[in-house]
């Protein structure tokens, strides 16, 4: 099950990072399914995406707490996906909606903007994310 691989092993660290250009017409963004909880984690640190209760985002020890979990809601046919917090229904939200190097990802109230919608990419087993506003 798709979701299920999602709970068990998907962030994007800059060590594991594709470039735009890299997934332009070779990949597309994966259908993982609509309304479903799970966690974004790195499976071998057991670290996961944790919400710090600042509007900031933390890769901290797994523990599949609220503050860990996010629903994943489709919000259009090309699979971007909507990731609200379990914990205090924020945003997964890239600050300022900047698209440079080492941007802040953080929790935000529900805007619709694009940098609070991300694409799911299957690459060799893994999952690569991109926020839909970046697209260079």
Not at 37 to 57: E, F, K, M, R
Request: net charge negative; charged share 25%.
């Amino acid at each position: 099950d798709l979701a299920i691989a999602i709970a068990e092993g998907l962030i994007e660290s800059k060590k594991y990072a594709v470039p735009d250009y890299m997934l332009d017409g070779k990949y597309s963004p994966v259908d993982l399914g609509d309304n479903f909880v799970a966690a974004i984690t790195i499976p071998y640190a057991d670290l996961a995406l944790t919400n710090n209760g600042q509007l900031n985002t933390v890769a901290s020890k797994t523990d599949y707490s609220p503050a860990q979990l996010r629903k994943f809601e489709k919000v259009d046919d090309r699979n971007a996906y909507k990731l609200t917090s379990q914990l205090d229904n924020k945003c997964l939200d890239i600050e300022g909606a900047k698209t440079g190097n080492e941007t802040n990802v953080m929790v935000w109230d529900d805007n619709g903007l694009n940098c609070q919608k991300f694409y799911f990419y299957s690459i060799n087993n893994l999952y690569c994310i991109r926020p839909m506003h970046c697209t260079t």
